[in-house]
C-alpha cells in the first residue's frame, strides 16, 4: 500500500497544487488555458519526438499492444455512441459523449505515472497509446460531429477538412518527426538533445499542473439555456464508470487472453486504460460549440474516482 501511495501521490498532488493555486486566486483565470498551451505545443511535443527519435524499430513494432490498446478504445467508444444514440442524443453530441468515456488521459496522466510505476521501459507504449488517442480517436469523434453537424456534405471535403485538423496537431506531428530522424539514422547535435531534455522534462510536471487548473474552473454550457440536470449528472456518472471500469476490464482481457501480451505489457495496458478521461473531450465539445456539462462533470469525476480505481489496480496487480 506504501509503494502504490508512493507511485500515485505525486501525480495527483501536482494536480491538487494547480486546483489550490487557481481556487486561491494565486493563477488567474487564464493559468490553465495558457500552462495547456505550452504543454501541447511546446513541451509534450519535445518529450514525444525524444522519445520516438530514439527508440528502435524493434521497440515501435508492437503490433499486439496497438491492437490492444486500440480495440478497447475502439469498442467502448462505438458501445457508448450506440446507446447516446439510442436515447436520443443527436450524433454530435453523441460523438462527444463516447470520446469523453473512451478517452485516457496518456499525455497528462500516463507519461508522469507510468514512468514512476513502470520505469522508462514505458515511454515508448506510453508514446504510442498517446499517439492513438491523440490521432485515431479523435480524428473518428472529429468525422462523427463534422457528419452529424453537416457542415460538408462533400465527403472529400470533409476529410480535407480532418486531415488538415491532423496535421496541425504537434502531438500527432511530433512523433511522427521523431520516427523520420530515427529511421534516417541522424545524430542530433548535444545542444538540440540538451533543448529537448530540458523543455520534455516540463510536460508531465506542467500538465498535471494544468489539469488541476482546468478542474479548478466553474465552466457553464456552450448553450447557456441547457442547465444542468438530473439525467446529464447520470450519464456523467455513466461515462466515468465505463473509463473506469468497463475499458481496463476489456483492456485486460484482450491483453492477457487475446492478444497474450508479456505480463509487462499487460500490467502498462490496462493502467494507461483506467487513466480518468483527458481535456481533450472538453475541448471538442467547446469548439464544437456543443453541451459541454456532461464532459467536463466526466473530467473531474473520472480524475477524482481514478484516485480510488489506480490505487487498487497497482495495489493488486503484481507488478514484474
Not at 459541454?292 to 480505481?309: C, E, F
Amino acid at each position: 500500500m506504501v509503494s502504490t501511495l508512493e507511485i500515485l501521490l505525486p501525480v495527483f498532488g501536482l494536480i491538487f497544487a494547480g486546483f489550490v493555486c487557481r481556487k486561491r486566486g494565486l493563477l488567474g483565470p487564464t493559468a490553465a488555458s495558457e500552462l495547456n498551451r505550452f504543454v501541447v505545443w511546446l513541451a509534450l511535443p519535445a518529450l514525444l519526438f525524444d522519445i520516438m527519435a530514439h527508440a528502435t524499430w524493434h521497440q515501435l513494432y508492437q503490433p499486439a499492444f496497438v491492437a490492444t490498446f486500440a480495440l478497447s478504445c475502439a469498442v467502448v467508444f462505438v458501445l457508448i455512441l450506440v446507446v447516446r444514440l439510442l436515447s436520443g442524443r443527436p450524433l454530435a453530441d453523441a460523438s462527444v459523449d463516447a470520446i469523453a468515456g473512451s478517452y485516457p488521459n496518456t499525455g497528462y496522466i500516463g507519461f508522469p505515472l507510468c514512468l514512476i510505476a513502470f520505469g522508462p521501459a514505458s515511454q515508448t507504449p506510453t508514446t504510442i497509446a498517446t499517439i492513438l488517442v491523440a490521432c485515431v480517436l479523435f480524428a473518428i469523434a472529429i468525422v462523427l460531429i463534422e457528419v452529424g453537424l453537416q457542415t460538408e456534405r462533400a465527403p472529400h471535403r470533409l476529410a480535407f477538412k480532418v486531415v488538415r485538423s491532423l496535421a496541425r496537431n504537434p502531438l500527432i506531428v511530433s512523433p511522427i518527426a521523431g520516427v523520420l530522424v530515427a529511421s534516417v539514422h541522424v545524430a542530433l547535435p548535444q545542444s538540440a538533445e540538451t533543448f529537448l531534455k530540458l523543455l520534455g522534462g516540463a510536460a508531465s510536471p506542467c500538465a498535471l499542473v494544468s489539469l488541476g487548473l482546468f478542474l479548478a474552473e466553474k465552466r457553464t454550457p456552450a448553450d447557456k439555456s441547457s442547465a444542468p440536470s438530473a439525467s446529464n449528472h447520470a450519464a456523467s456518472w455513466a461515462l466515468t464508470s465505463a473509463k473506469l471500469v468497463v475499458q481496463p476490464a476489456l483492456t485486460w482481457w484482450l491483453a492477457a487472453r487475446v492478444f497474450a501480451l508479456s505480463p509487462m505489457l499487460v500490467e502498462m495496458s490496462v493502467v494507461l486504460a483506467a487513466l480518468p478521461t483527458g481535456t481533450g473531450p472538453f475541448m471538442l465539445a467547446e469548439f464544437y460549440r456543443r453541451e459541454a456539462h456532461i464532459t467536463s462533470r466526466t473530467i473531474l469525476l473520472s480524475t477524482l474516482g481514478s484516485l480510488v480505481t489506480l490505487s487498487l489496480l497497482l495495489l493488486y496487480m503484481p507488478r514484474s
